[in-house]
Structure formats: structure tokens, C-alpha cells
């Protein structure tokens, strides 16, 4: 049976009595969030257990305080955890293109890189006064005046022998030679020599070669020497050098003896700076290539002994908790930057830059998974991070180069990170279903609440909220009549008179809002009408595509009947979402029935205009009417339905009573009327079931029925079980106090049979026929003529064609 709605159903009120406060000024702020149990107890699980891939995701709709929530609890955990290790990065001596990671206590990073600079400012001036002083220069004075002494007694005593055998030894360009002489001293001509007699001559070749030997025997050990005094002199200058060198690294040693990874480095980098001490000699300046260029004068570079600090945690409190808010590859895992010189791209290690990953080592980090998604190569890499636990800053396009670059690959460092993901519940179920490794390395689903009951506790709360954000924002305060108005937007907001959203970001928009107009109005304390005109104002802002589409049909471009009655047509209702705002619209539905086969036609189905669940609902519909009509004969018709006037896609099922209607019309002939638009689902068994957007459903109706004039004919038929969820406007429901205006409900397709058509719906006899003069009766009566008239073409077919076969033989 039809229902009207009673006024006290169509809002429920929040009387400011129900509010134990004048302002918001008199109660305390709200510090916990509230109607999250299931996710907060989630959140705690998963920050607490200490297993590999428990990382959480945090999954709801925008505006439930998600970020905001993560973000306080993430602080109040942190503050008492163990602050983790500063991390540098150091020259590789042994494979340069390979920089080590050192891992330091707390704020000991900038310690050891200040003390490795003060090193080697000390050494700048220390190694050079070793070289100046008396002592190593007597030393190598030394050195250098023994090999001299020992090579001056070697060639004296060949010259004496070489003077001896009539030979003498001359500098040339290509080294020493010996050349055969007269008695006289004077060297043997060429001429002269040739002339000699060939006994005499073989004598002198024998000579010659027996004296080439000692000389050659001469010039190796002088070479040998020699060698062994470069092998002294270094000797001495790493043995002068590691008196200054050896005790201050022994010192940096011991300051840092708990970290045994920095004594290793620091015995490499006394071998390099030992085996390096020229440069820490005075440098000597270049002659000029050219006479008129100034010489370039080359310092050498001590970069190599420095130390890239990448996380110094000195002033951290806790452990490290990063939002990052814009996930790029290179902000999360670090890059590797370069610098221009001489037109080329350098680097080295102390270019290496931290991520985000780097700094929340140890932490915590949280991202926005959309925003994670949305950027190249991020994802997998976070997946390949966690499953190997070791951060890697990598230079991601080389692999895309056609050229390869030489460049550096920093070791890795370990990953202790819990990482926390946030986004909407689509991409959570569609990373689960699509992405094998995501349900091993986020175990934690925290899943955040749109709605919560409208208790008074949870009203004290929602007001709780207000006041906290009152006190962040520095608004106005709120009085609670005004407060009243916002719980009341919260349950329209939630789409159920029992029920209010946790959308906080909307009812923080409207404080904010109200604040602003009771600023303009120079008042002191946020009141009722305030908090109207921000209503008021808002929806001014972004109903323009409404205020269009109501004007078209003012003008009578979309045709629209609010009055009368029409057979095969009705008012349906539809919501249009434009994402920052939705509205509701009546749509003009028709059907067309006539004799035929061709069953029921949804032409936007035909036109590829039909989403899926409209096309399962035009089912549902064919098989609601052959349950209905076809059980003593075939349901034989054919027939068509469209939204007239509609040039986008249809998609939902909320339209099927009306098409029903319009169809049961349209068989019987009995006209429907125009004054009432209807909503509603159903099932095969013709109940109606609820809709999404009743409230904007029924005002966009009322709106369309204001243009022509509210006559007291006018009204919506909902579902029944949609009555909970009505919050409608006050311009619908004072409409309605005063007749003008009324809302019905259904339970089935029966139940407004009789209002829509003045035709009692009627119901099966005992014969399995309906009573005469009923809805279903007529609507029988029509499917059975349609159903005889197609059985006599089809048998008249059939005799034309016996006839036509006989006449051929």
C-alpha cells in the first residue's frame, strides 16, 4: 500500500536543547579520533609488530581524517622510540666507482666529517714541515750521497780500465759509449781504424766488447742503486710523513673505536695519504704554454678524505616520522648530482643526496599511494626496496641511454622502515587483486569509516571536533543552534537521518566558511544565519550546470510535463554528480508497445548508450512482467523504452519502477500522471528497493515543479526503505507542511499502481485471472490480444504459403 510521508520523517532535527552548551567556547577540544575503532586498533597492530612486510595501508573516502590521523599517532609513537644511526657515504680507495656507506651513532656524522676536514688541514701544513726539517734532509742528503759515492767508485774503476785497454768513455745522446784511442789520447778515426791490420783490428773488436760488458754490468748496478735509493727515500718519507699522520688518525681512531667500520677506513686512508704525499708537498707552478697565457696553477683535490654526511640525526627526538608528499623516484631513493666543468658532467661521492627512504631509515614514512602510483618507476622500486631490505640510489634512465655512462653505484644501505600507505578503497582492492607481491608487503589493512551512528555521545564529539578545529584555525564561536544546523548537515552529508559523515574536511569547509560571513558581518560569535548563507553561498558557487538545465526546461527546449496525464510516459529521476557538486533531475521516460517478437528494446542499450547495471535492470524488469502475465501464454509483444532527450550514458537501476510504469501504460492504454515523478529499484518479484540520492532526487522534482507553479498536485514516490535517509531542503519540506508538495513511498510495483493511474492495481483470482476494470487486468487482456492477433498472421502466413506451394505443382 502507497504511504505518505509525515513531515516528522522527512528531517530529523537536532534540537540545540540536545547540546549541553552555549558556544563551542565552553567545551573541550577533541584530541582523540573518534568512530575509527577498527582502524585505530588496526594501525596499532600494524606499527607494533616487527615482522617484514606488515606495512600498512590506509584505505577510506577523502576527507575521514586519514592523513591527519596517521600523522598523530605516527608523532606521539615516535617521540619515545631509539633515535637510528646517522649514515655517510666515503671514497671507496679500493673501487672508487663504489662509495661505502658508514653507519654512526646519533649526531656523530657532522662529528666525524668535521674531524676528517680538520685532518687534513692539519696535514696541509704538518707534511710539509716534515719534509723542511734538518733531520729528514740529513737523512736523505745521506741517501743520495752514498748512491752518488758508490756510482763514482764503479765508473772510476771502469774509466781506469777502459784508459788502460787504449779505450776512452764518451757521453752521447743515446748514453754512454766506448770508443778505441791512440797513444796520443786522441779518438780513433774511422778511416784509421778500418785501416788496421785484421789481427789488430779483431784484437780491439775483443776488447771493445769485453769493456761493453763491464759497462754494461756497470750501468745495472748504478740502476739498481739507484732504484733502492727512490725505494729509501720513500721509505723515509712514509716513515718522516706517518710521524705526523700516525697519531692523529690513532686519536680519530679511538674517538670512534664502538664503530669498527670507520677504523678500516681510516687505516685506507692512511695507506692513500702515504702513498699520496706529494700532494700535500708545495705545489710548483707550470711554465706557460704560451708566453702570454698566465699559467694555470693545479691544486690537488683532498675531496677524497672528506666525509658526505647523508643522515645526520643530531637534533632528532625519537624516530624519524617523513610525509612525503611528492613521491618521485629521486626523492624517495636519493640521487647523484653533477656538475658542469670544462663542459663536462662530473661527479663523486660527496654529491650522493638522501631520499626520503634515507630519512625516515629507523621510522616511519607515509605516502599518498595515488601519488606513488602516478610516478614512474617509484612503485616498483619500493616494492624491490622492501623485498630486499636495502636502500639503492641508483641512476634509474640509464638502462633508457643509448650511450653507457661510466658512473658511481653507492653501496646500499639497510631498510628499516615501516612504510605506510594512504588512498582510497579502490586502489586498495585493486593493487590486491592485480599485484601479486602487494599482499606480502602490505599485511595491514587499516579501513576508515564514512559514517557513525547520530548518538548524543558522538554529537558531544562532532561538536568536540569543531571546537579543536575552532581553536586551530582561530574561527569565530560557534553558538549551538548554529552547531544544531552542522550536525544536521553531517547527517545529510552521511545520507541517513541516524547516521552522521566523518567527512571532516566538509564540516571543517563549513566552519571555515560561517567564520567568514560572521566576519563580514562584524559579528563576534558564529550564529544560525551564518551558517545558511554558507549553504546558500556554496551551492551558489557551483550550481550553474543546474540553474542551466532548469532554465531549458523553463523555456520548454528539454520537454518536461509536471501536469496532466500522458499514457506510455513518466517522470524518472537521476542524479548528476559533477564532483564538487550533484543534483538531481527529472527525466522524461517513455514506452511503445505494439505487436511483435522483438521483445522489450532499451534503445540506449541499441545505441550503446547503457551501462551494465541499467542493462540488468531492464532484465530484471522483462522477467518481473513474464512471471506477472505470461503464465498461461508466451509474453509475445514488442516494445521500446528511452529516456527522451538524454545524449550521455545511462548507468544504475534506480529508474526501473518508472520504466515498469511506463511500460504497464503504455500495454493498457491507461495514461499516467505527470505531476509525480518516481524513483526506485526492484526486483523479479516487484519489490522496490532503495536508491542512492533520494534527497537530491526529490528536490531536483521540486525545483522543475516550482518553474510551473506548486499546486498541491506535485509529489515524488520513493521507496519506503529509502524514509531513513531523507534530509531534504527546507524550502521541500515547508512546501510540504503546507500541502503543496508531498512524498510517497512503495513498498512494490503494486503500490502506486492506483495513485499514478486512478486504476486499482487487482489482484489474481482463484482462475489465475485478474478482476475487470483492474490495471492487470487490462494490461492481460492487451498481451493476450497481441499474443492471438500474431498467432493469426502467423497461421494466415502459413495457409498463403500451403496455397502458393500447391498452385506450383
Not at 721509505?235 to 680519530?252: K, M, T
Not at 599485484?435 to 551512528?453: G, H, I, P, Q, T
Not at 518508472?658 to 524513483?679: C, F, N, R, W
Amino acid at each position: 500500500m502507497i504511504k505518505k510521508v509525515e513531515m516528522e520523517n522527512l528531517y530529523k532535527c537536532c534540537e540545540p536543547s540536545e547540546l549541553p552548551f552555549n558556544t563551542t567556547d565552553e567545551i573541550p577540544s577533541l584530541k582523540e579520533t573518534i568512530v575509527q575503532e577498527r582502524a585505530l586498533k588496526a594501525l596499532d597492530f600494524g606499527l607494533g609488530i616487527d615482522s617484514h612486510g606488515f606495512n600498512i595501508y590506509i584505505l577510506g573516502e577523502s576527507g575521514t581524517g586519514k592523513m591527519t590521523t596517521i600523522k598523530s599517532i605516527l608523532s606521539e609513537k615516535a617521540k619515545d622510540e631509539h633515535v637510528p644511526d646517522d649514515w655517510c657515504y666515503v671514497y671507496n680507495f679500493k673501487n672508487p666507482d663504489v662509495p661505502n656507506s658508514l653507519s654512526l651513532p646519533p649526531g656523530k656524522g657532522m662529528s666525524f666529517q668535521k674531524d676528517m676536514d680538520e685532518l687534513v688541514n692539519i696535514l696541509k701544513q704538518e707534511i710539509p714541515k716534515v719534509f723542511e726539517s734538518k733531520e729528514y734532509e740529513k737523512q736523505r742528503t745521506k741517501t743520495f750521497e752514498e748512491f752518488q759515492q758508490k756510482q763514482k767508485v764503479l765508473f772510476t774503476e771502469l774509466e781506469q780500465e777502459v784508459k788502460e785497454k787504449d779505450f776512452s768513455l764518451r757521453k752521447t745522446v743515446s748514453g754512454l759509449a766506448l770508443v778505441p784511442v791512440k797513444k796520443t789520447g786522441e779518438s780513433l778515426s774511422e778511416e784509421e781504424y778500418e785501416s788496421l791490420e785484421p789481427k789488430v783490428r779483431k784484437k780491439v773488436e775483443e776488447i771493445g766488447r769485453q769493456l761493453q760488458e763491464k759497462l754494461d754490468d756497470v750501468v745495472r748496478l748504478v740502476r739498481e742503486a739507484e732504484k733502492r735509493v727512490k725505494e729509501k727515500i720513500v721509505q723515509l718519507e712514509r716513515q718522516a710523513a706517518l710521524s705526523a699522520v700516525g697519531h692523529l688518525i690513532d686519536e680519530i681512531k679511538n674517538k670512534y673505536k664502538e664503530t669498527p667500520t670507520v677504523s678500516g677506513y681510516l687505516d685506507d686512508v692512511k695507506e692513500d695519504i702515504l702513498e699520496h704525499l706529494d700532494d700535500f708537498k708545495p705545489q710548483e707552478e707550470q711554465p706557460a704554454v704560451l708566453p702570454f697565457m698566465k699559467p694555470v696553477k693545479t691544486e690537488p683535490s683532498f675531496i677524497r678524505y672528506s666525509v658526505n654526511v647523508l643522515i645526520n640525526n643530531s637534533g632528532q627526538k625519537g624516530a624519524p616520522v617523513v610525509i612525503e608528499s611528492n613521491p618521485t623516484y629521486y626523492n624517495l631513493f636519493g640521487r647523484i648530482e653533477h656538475k658542469l666543468q670544462y663542459g663536462m658532467a662530473i661527479t663523486d661521492f660527496s654529491m650522493i643526496k638522501a631520499g626520503s627512504l634515507h630519512k625516515a631509515n629507523g621510522g616511519y614514512l607515509v605516502i599518498d599511494a595515488m601519488d606513488l602510483l602516478k610516478n614512474i618507476f617509484a612503485y616498483d622500486a619500493l616494492k624491490r626496496t622492501i623485498k630486499d631490505r636495502e636502500i639503492r640510489i641508483e641512476d634509474v634512465w640509464e638502462q633508457y641511454r643509448l650511450i653507457s655512462t661510466v658512473t658511481l653505484r653507492p653501496e646500499a644501505v639497510p631498510f628499516n622502515v615501516k612504510v605506510v600507505l594512504v588512498g582510497n578503497p579502490w586502489l586498495y582492492y585493486m593493487l590486491y587483486s592485480l599485484d601479486e607481491e602487494y599482499s606480502e608487503l602490505f599485511k595491514v589493512k587499516a579501513d576508515f569509516e564514512n559514517r557513525m551512528n547520530r548518538t548524543n555521545e558522538n554529537m558531544l564529539k562532532y561538536v568536540g571536533f569543531m571546537r579543536t578545529k575552532c581553536a586551530e584555525k582561530g574561527l569565530l564561536p560557534f553558538d549551538r543552534g548554529n552547531i544544531a544546523k552542522i550536525v544536521e548537515y553531517g547527517s545529510r552529508l552521511a545520507e541517513h537521518q541516524g547516521k552522521l559523515s566523518v567527512k571532516f574536511s566538509e564540516i571543517a569547509d563549513i566552519l571555515k566558511e560561517a567564520d567568514h560571513w560572521a566576519k563580514i558581518n562584524k559579528s563576534t560569535i558564529v550564529n544560525a544565519s551564518h551558517v545558511e548563507q554558507a549553504f546558500e553561498e556554496r551551492i551558489y558557487r557551483h550550481n550553474k550546470v543546474e540553474k542551466k538545465i532548469q532554465e531549458a526546461i523553463q523555456e520548454g527546449t528539454i520537454l518536461m510535463a509536471t501536469s496532466g496525464a500522458v499514457v506510455g510516459q513518466i517522470n524518472g529521476l537521476s542524479v548528476i554528480d559533477l564532483g564538487d557538486y550533484r543534483f538531481g533531475v527529472p527525466s522524461r521516460i517513455t514506452a511503445k508497445t505494439y505487436i511483435g517478437k522483438a521483445g522489450i528494446v532499451n534503445i540506449e542499450r541499441e545505441t550503446k548508450m547503457s551501462g551494465k547495471i541499467h542493462e540488468k535492470a531492464i532484465m530484471i524488469l522483462i522477467a518481473y512482467l513474464g512471471g506477472k502475465y505470461a503464465k498461461k501464454q508466451s509474453l509475445t509483444l514488442s516494445a521500446s523504452l528511452t529516456f527522451e532527450q538524454l545524449y550521455g550514458g545511462v548507468e544504475g537501476d534506480s529508474a526501473t519502477c518508472a520504466e515498469v510504469y511506463a511500460l504497464l501504460s503504455s500495454i493498457s492504454g491507461v495514461p499516467v500522471k505527470q505531476s509525480v515523478a518516481i524513483t526506485g529499484s526492484m526486483n523479479q518479484h516487484g519489490e522496490v528497493q532503495p536508491i542512492g540520492g533520494v534527497n537530491e532526487k526529490i528536490e531536483g522534482f521540486f525545483e522543475v515543479c516550482k518553474i510551473s507553479g506548486l499546486d498541491g498536485t506535485h509529489a515524488v514516490i520513493i521507496p519506503g526503505r529509502n524514509i531513513k535517509n531523507l534530509m531534504l531542503k527546507k524550502a521541500v519540506t515547508n512546501a510540504v507542511r503546507d500541502g503543496k508538495f508531498s512524498i510517497y513511498a512503495i513498498d512494490t510495483i503494486e503500490d502506486g499502481i492506483e495513485y499514478l493511474t486512478g486504476i486499482k492495481p487487482g489482484e489474481i483470482q482463484p482462475d489465475g485471472n485478474y478482476p475487470e476494470g483492474t490495471m492487470n487486468f487490462l494490461v492481460a487482456k492487451k498481451l493476450q490480444e497481441f499474443s492471438e492477433a500474431l498467432k493469426e498472421k502467423k497461421e494466415s502466413e502459413n495457409n498463403n504459403g500451403a496455397e502458393k506451394e500447391k498452385n506450383n505443382k
